[in-house]
């Protein structure tokens, strides 16, 4: 979800296209898909009898589930739509 609001915000300033984004800084993106990753397993390590019953205000599992299938369909449509144009999303117009 940070990613695609981010490769948008950086196109709206008159930035590059997301994979130019990307190839610009690969450690970075690299570095933050690892921290991401980790992230994701530390519930798994961690005590499993604590748990936050219906969500955290509007943290639902529900709601993020939403937002994160939405955040995929944008940013897979972004680099798809950019890899037709060769050209930024925002750029251009």
Do not use: C, H, W
Request: no cysteine; charged share 10%; proline share 5%.
């Amino acid at each position: 979800m940070l990613g695609f609001v981010l490769a948008l915000y950086v196109e709206l300033q008159g930035g590059a296209p997301a994979a130019a984004q990307a190839a610009a800084a690969p450690l970075v993106v690299g570095a933050t898909a690892l921290i991401f990753a980790v992230a994701t397993l530390v519930p798994l390590v961690t005590n499993k009898d604590v748990a936050v019953e219906g969500g955290l205000g509007p943290f639902t599992e529900k709601a993020e589930m939403l937002n994160g299938r939405a955040a995929m369909l944008g940013f897979a449509s972004l680099l798809v739509v950019e890899a037709i144009r060769q050209a930024p999303l925002f750029g251009g117009f």
